[in-house]
């Protein structure tokens, strides 16, 4: 009798111990995995924007302390993949006026940026 007891209250103990390690636990992807970029803090679903400004400043990395790729002027197309504070991780929708190639991803800061629509 002692046996069967302790056999009954061991199953459902082993029946959960195997149902948890069917389960898999997901968690959100890190930000980079998503926007293409490890120091993205916020993905965005590829937002359309124009820039706003002439000479504005396409960065290697989200401040003016990164090297410039090169100059965007008022009207050229980008898509912004994720952020970081006031800067947007951006790719070229097609050649910029300036001649940077269209799929050159850089770094824009918002107030470089006329229009973010999803």
Do not use: H
């Amino acid at each position: 009798m002692l046996r069967r007891i302790a056999t009954r209250s061991l199953l459902p103990a082993a029946l959960a111990m195997a149902a948890a390690a069917a389960l898999t636990v997901t968690t959100a992807p890190a930000a980079y995995a998503v926007g293409e970029n490890r120091q993205c803090t916020v993905n965005w679903s590829n937002f359309d924007a124009s820039v706003a400004k002439n000479a504005w400043n396409l960065r290697s990395g989200p401040s003016t302390g990164y090297r410039s790729l090169g100059y965007l002027y008022r009207g050229d197309k980008a898509k912004v993949l994720c952020s970081k504070g006031s800067w947007n991780y951006s790719q070229l929708t097609r050649r910029s006026r300036s001649g940077i190639p269209s799929g050159t991803k850089g770094w824009i800061r918002n107030d470089g940026l006329l229009s973010l629509a999803g």
